[in-house]
Nanobody, 120 residues
Framework: VQLQASGGGLVQAGGSLRLSCAVSGSWSSINVMGWYRQAPGKQREWVATIVNDGNINYADSVKGRFTISRDNAKNTEYLQMNSLKPEDTAVYYC???????????????WGQGTLVTVSS
């Protein structure tokens, strides 16, 4: 299983970016898709998740500005980021929780990260 994140870049405060994360490989089922981020000198923090049952959750710091979504046909998840702030500057990592067969346990797989820089 491989995850390829893309869409990061440099944007001015107040601007928007859309991150994508394409999942490839072989699996039985995906349970959760989500995003974390890690700002310079800080610990990785959770941003958003979308569960198979449609349940969506956001960190308070991004609620109302970020939208997570998934396209099951394309095996891709997205993070639409609006009203970006300098404090959103970070490397954004996508992940999925899946199992490779009906007999295996669910485990997390991570993408390589994409850098988002928001200038003031």
């Amino acid at each position: 299983v491989q995850l390829q994140a893309s869409g990061g870049g440099l944007v001015q405060a107040g601007g928007s970016l859309r991150l994508s994360c394409a999942v490839s490989g072989s699996w039985s089922s995906i349970n959760v898709m989500g995003w974390y981020r890690q700002a310079p000198g800080k610990q990785r923090e959770w941003v958003a998740t979308i569960v198979n049952d449609g349940n969506i959750n956001y960190a308070d710091s991004v609620k109302g500005r970020f939208t997570i979504s998934r396209d099951n046909a394309k095996n891709t998840e997205y993070l639409q980021m609006n009203s970006l702030k300098p404090e959103d500057t970070a490397v954004y990592y996508c992940y999925v929780r899946l199992r490779t067969s009906v007999w295996s346990a669910y485990r997390d797989y991570w993408g390589q990260g994409t850098l988002v820089t928001v200038s003031s």
